[in-house]
């Protein structure tokens, strides 16, 4: 199933609730969380064309995701990454752009995308009555201590936690693979040394070495 917009195949109306039978279609598809892992070649292509996209004075425009769905991405990545004192968030990294381009031409992944973004909705509805987006910003971090650590045992939860997961890997993989994400990690490149005096004890003593 290719999903090349928000329109084609997706079983989806802007603005509107998706039908029982699309959500089934969708959360089939959910356990291909693990599809969303990507090689550095493809990585680096995305950040090219996400780049590009935002160095231009027009909007950037979706070729994947839906108006929610970009909604709900924008809302996830910042809430993995938020912007502090050191560097501005994921989304003034470009990840939601980033991982729209990584979607294009990628039929299994763009089903485990659309229906890991359909479980959390879910979940959202079962826990509040609404859909991520249109959550307090309590609420959507209460239902993300739910799906965030691994070690939760509700099976009921096996398949959030797992998209969640790669989620916050790939938003992860997006921004410090930008170059505000390369200044958030202090990297000064390499130092050239004058003299190597051998690994420091200290770390040799963690490691368990001698």
Not at 37 to 43: F, G, H, K, Q
Not at 97 to 109: G, K, S
């Given at each position: 199933m290719t999903l090349r917009n928000a329109d084609c195949g997706s079983?989806?109306?802007?603005?509107?609730?998706?039908?029982?039978?699309?959500?089934?279609?969708?959360?089939?598809?959910?356990?291909?969380?693990?599809?969303?892992?990507?090689?550095?070649?493809?990585?680096?292509?995305?950040?090219?064309?996400?780049?590009?996209?935002?160095a231009q004075a027009a909007p950037y425009k979706r070729k994947f995701f839906t108006a929610h769905e970009y909604a709900t991405v924008a809302l996830l990545v910042d809430l993995i990454i938020p912007r502090d004192e050191r560097?501005?968030?994921?989304?003034?990294?470009?990840?939601?752009?980033?991982?729209?381009?990584?979607?294009?031409?990628?039929?299994?992944?763009?089903?485990a995308m659309r229906g890991g973004l359909a479980l959390i909705d879910r979940l959202s509805e079962d826990r509040f009555g609404k859909r991520f987006a249109n959550l307090t910003d309590a609420q959507r971090r209460q239902l993300l201590d739910e799906i965030a650590y691994t070690s939760n045992p509700d099976a009921g939860l096996s398949h959030h936690i797992a998209f969640f997961n790669s989620f916050r890997d790939l938003t992860a993989s997006g921004f410090w693979s930008t170059k505000m994400g390369i200044?958030?990690?202090q990297y000064q490149g390499n130092v050239f040394v004058d003299e190597w005096a051998g690994c420091p004890d200290t770390a040799l003593k963690k490691l368990g070495v001698s």
């Open positions: 079983g989806i109306d802007r603005g509107s609730r998706m039908s029982r039978r699309a959500m089934l279609e969708l959360l089939a598809g959910a356990p291909a969380a693990a599809a969303l892992v990507w090689t550095p070649v493809e990585a680096r292509q995305a950040h090219e064309h996400a780049e590009a996209a935002r560097s501005g968030s994921a989304t003034d990294a470009g990840v939601p752009e980033f991982m729209d381009f990584m979607m294009i031409d990628q039929p299994r992944r763009q089903v200044h958030d990690l």
